[in-house]
Every structure is written in structure tokens, then in C-alpha cells.
């Protein structure tokens, strides 16, 4: 057992020399016999190992008992250890969570805090066979999404209230029985926590009951076949992930605090591709999905044959809302935000040439160059990058909103359009016309920037153009 958990640890890259390993050690057998291993195979390496232990405030003496094991343990192999205290019954009914979740998230914030103490670069944690298979059903049975039906990852990064933390689980590929039968074998001694035998969490059910009567009256190996049917589910959802992260790039717009796709780019993609897309967005958008469900995926996806002006709520305060030929996802603000980013939607900043302008409520910004310019030069495609003739400008170049008697020249002859009938054209929703960004020479409109991205005929180049206006409009985390 010693040699698989090595072989383990060594494929999956969980733990190299010189890294400051946390373990999390509760007294039971699988955090018993993940400290006994590791300090096993590690003794004479450039590994050092801690222990945290979680008093939960629950089973009272049973847990005093519990933390004075781990105590002893500790001092008994030299190993740093400390303990955190939380009162879960309170917490959970202070936030409306059951002592399940709340159990949970105090473990992660002690892991988080204990790390940082310590010093330590990752978090081992004894999740085994057993515990992944019963991860894999619960997640099945409310309902998850295919990553959910891949199991426990064996190194995962986690977000917590106080910080994030890199999680491992050594003992993954091992299952309870073998984790039992070493203990005996090495005559080590651990701890019996009686809710483990109750069944008034979900978990328990599951555990001691449905994979009870599996492996009874089904399938000796349920464990083994559960655990392999997920490890065949991950390899797809990696390819899945890497061709939808490639489709994202393409077809998702970010800036600022919002993102936005065209429908028609989209509906063009298969449905797996529509859903993973999505999801990445909200995901992106809220920084958790947590609490995104299919439904809530559904929603976004059925917006796109909704009417103009359609907008559905998200968890964490997201709105989708039906655009002409787009959807656009984004956070609601509070009234106190919405009133300051209406204020900063009334821009007017003269252009530096050469030179750049940042627009923080925009999350982006603008880079401008002067060039000589040479026949048969390639025009850039970028829809974000436009080229002007510089010789033609007569003022100083503004970067701002709209203004009254703001107009376009739309054909070589002189015709002009107002810019108010381009965005009627355009079918810009009047609650975003006062939020366009523009390039102005005095009401002559360069460049509407986004929404068509039309640029005026006059600033053109051609055969006489003599020196070249670059201007490149970026939003601040794009890739150049």
C-alpha cells in the first residue's frame, strides 16, 4: 500500500521536495493513516509536514477527546501542530446553512489560516476511494452537471473567506478496507466518530446504506467501478473543457465588469459547446458556480428568442438581458453604483497622440500611434484597431460621449448621417446610447467604437494619404 500511494503522489506531481505540506488530521483512520504514510515515505526528504485539527463544537466530549489524540500524536513524531474551535451548530443557523456545508467551510477557512501560519504551499487532506465514490452518487442524485460525475480532483486550487489554498489528496486511489487493514497491520491506533454511523446527514445515507446494499446485492466491486466509470467521464470533460475554452476565446467579448456573445455565434456552436460557454460566463462573471444550476444555464440560453429588452436574475446578482442581436451578462449593481458609473459614462478626454488613455469604467484602453504610410501596406482586420489619415484631421481628437449635432460622413461624396439615426440603425438600446465611446473631430465622429465600429469616409485612407492614425481600443486583460 505503501508503494501505490508513492506511485499516486509521484504521477499526479501532489508533492515534491522542498514543499511545507499542511495536514488535516480530525483523529479518525483515513487522517491517521494519511499522516503515517506521508511521514513514512517523506522521512529522510526535503518535505516538512504540520497538522491542524477542527474542534466543530458538536460532539462535545467526543471531540475534546478527539483533539487531545491529535495533540499526543503530534508531539509524538515532532510533527508542528494547531487547533481551531468554531461553534458550527450557531454558525449554520446564522447563515442558513446545514452542518453539513457549514462543517465544511470552517475546515477550509482553519486549512486556509493554518497554512499561512506554517507557511505551507498545499494542503493534504485524506478523501479516499470511498469517500470519492460517495462524492460522485451525491453529486448525481442533486442533479450536477458531467464535472460534478468526475469525482474529486487529486490537486485543486480553492477559494475560502480568508484566502485561497492548494489542495491534495494523496490517498485517492485508495479505499477504506485497505486503509483499515493498514492500520492494523501497523497496530495504529485512531479515533471513532459517531456521526460517521448516524444517518441523519445525506452523506451517511449514502454511505451506509445505498453503497451498503450495492455492494451486497449488486456488485462487490461497486467502489472500483463507481471510481473508473468517473476517471472515463473526466478524460471527455477535459476535451470537452479545452474546445469550449477555445470557442469561448472566439466568441465571448469581456470588458469592464460585463461580457457579451452574438446569438447567431452561439446558436451556431452544439449544444454541449452552448452550455459550457455559458456556464464559463457566469462563472467568470461571479467568481463561483456554487450555486449555478442547469436551469439557471437553460435560462440564458432560452433569452437569445426572447424579445429585445428580456432580462432574467442570476444567483450572485447577475442579469442577463436581451439585446438586438446579443446577449449581455453582468453584475447588478447597487444604487450607489449605478449612479456613479452613470456619472462616468459622460467621458470627454483629449486623445494623446501618440500615447494611451486609460478608461477605468470601461476596463480598457486606448493606444494611438503616427506613421508614415507606404502603398500596399496591409490594413489591419481587427474590428478593435482602425487606421485613419492623420493629414486630414483639423482639431484636436476627442474621446468622449455624444453630443447634440454629432454626425457621420457616410459616402465619399460628403453625406452626412446624424449620429442619433446610426444608432436608430444600429438598434442601440437608448439606455446605452449615452454610454458609447467615440473619437470626435469638433461633431465630426471619427470612429463609433463597438456597434458596428464604423468609421467616418472622410478620415479614410487612400492614394494621398501621406501619414497614418493608429488607434487601438483594448480591453485591459486581453491577450495582444
Not at 196 to 202: E, M, Q
Not at 241 to 254: D, M, T, W
Not at 268 to 294: N, T, W
Amino acid at each position: 500500500m505503501l508503494r501505490r500511494a508513492a506511485d499516486y503522489i509521484k504521477s499526479h506531481n501532489l508533492i515534491e521536495n522542498g514543499d511545507r505540506v499542511l495536514l488535516g488530521v480530525s483523529g479518525g483512520a483515513d487522517s491517521v493513516c494519511l499522516l503515517h504514510i506521508l511521514s513514512t515515505l517523506y522521512q529522510d526528504n526535503d518535505v516538512e509536514f504540520f497538522v491542524v485539527h477542527v474542534h466543530h463544537g458538536i460532539r462535545d466530549e467526543e471531540a475534546d477527546r478527539d483533539e487531545a489524540f491529535v495533540k499526543a500524536l503530534c508531539e509524538s513524531l515532532k510533527v508542528g501542530y494547531s487547533s481551531y474551535h468554531y461553534d458550527v451548530v450557531s454558525l449554520a443557523r446564522k447563515e442558513g446553512l446545514s452542518e453539513e456545508e457549514a462543517g465544511r467551510k470552517v475546515r477550509y477557512e482553519a486549512f486556509t489560516d493554518a497554512s499561512i501560519r506554517f507557511k505551507c504551499n498545499k494542503v493534504a487532506i485524506a478523501h479516499n476511494k470511498n469517500d470519492n465514490a460517495e462524492t460522485i452518487l451525491f453529486n448525481l442524485f442533486r442533479g450536477s452537471a458531467v464535472k460534478g460525475l468526475t469525482g474529486m480532483d487529486s490537486l485543486i486550487t480553492m477559494k475560502t473567506d480568508v484566502g485561497s489554498i492548494t489542495i491534495i489528496r494523496p490517498l485517492l486511489s485508495i479505499t477504506r478496507e485497505e486503509i483499515e487493514a493498514y492500520l492494523e497491520e501497523n497496530n495504529l491506533q485512531y479515533q471513532d466518530d459517531s456521526t460517521n454511523f448516524s444517518n441523519a446527514y445525506s452523506r451517511n445515507k449514502i454511505r451506509n446504506q445505498i453503497l451498503v446494499y450495492a455492494r451486497d446485492q449488486i456488485n462487490t466491486n461497486v467502489i472500483e467501478h463507481i471510481t473508473n466509470a468517473a476517471d472515463h467521464l473526466d478524460e471527455a470533460y477535459v476535451f470537452i473543457e479545452n474546445y469550449i475554452n477555445n470557442r469561448y476565446q472566439a466568441i465571448v467579448r469581456e470588458c469592464g465588469k460585463s461580457y457579451e456573445y452574438l446569438t447567431h455565434d452561439l446558436d451556431s456552436e452544439d449544444i454541449v459547446i452552448r452550455k459550457g460557454i455559458i456556464r464559463k460566463i457566469l462563472g467568470e462573471l461571479s467568481g463561483s458556480l456554487k450555486d449555478i444550476e442547469a436551469k439557471h444555464v437553460n435560462d440564458v440560453l432560452s433569452l437569445g428568442k426572447k424579445q429585445v429588452g428580456k432580462m432574467i436574475n442570476l444567483p450572485y446578482g447577475m442579469i442577463a438581458l436581451k439585446k438586438y442581436d446579443r446577449i449581455k451578462l453582468y453584475i447588478e449593481y447597487s444604487k450607489s453604483e449605478r449612479d456613479f458609473f452613470d456619472h462616468e459614462a459622460i467621458v470627454s478626454l483629449d486623445l494623446v497622440v501618440p500615447g494611451r488613455i486609460d478608461l477605468e469604467q470601461y476596463g480598457a484602453y486606448i493606444e494611438a500611434a503616427v506613421f508614415d504610410y507606404k502603398k500596399n501596406l496591409p490594413f489591419p482586420k481587427n474590428s478593435c484597431m482602425k487606421w485613419f489619415d492623420y493629414d486630414k484631421i483639423e482639431n484636436t481628437l476627442k474621446l468622449r460621449t455624444r453630443n447634440t449635432g454629432d454626425y457621420l460622413q457616410i459616402d465619399s461624396q460628403g453625406g452626412r448621417k446624424k449620429l442619433k439615426d446610426y444608432f436608430i440603425d444600429m438598434k442601440i438600446p437608448k439606455e446605452e446610447r449615452d454610454g458609447v465611446l467615440l473619437v470626435a473631430d469638433g461633431s465630426h465622429i471619427l470612429w463609433v467604437i463597438g456597434y458596428g465600429n464604423r468609421i467616418s469616409e472622410k478620415y479614410k485612407i487612400s492614394n494621398e494619404t501621406k501619414q497614418i492614425l493608429s488607434m487601438n481600443y483594448i480591453c485591459k486583460g486581453e491577450v495582444r
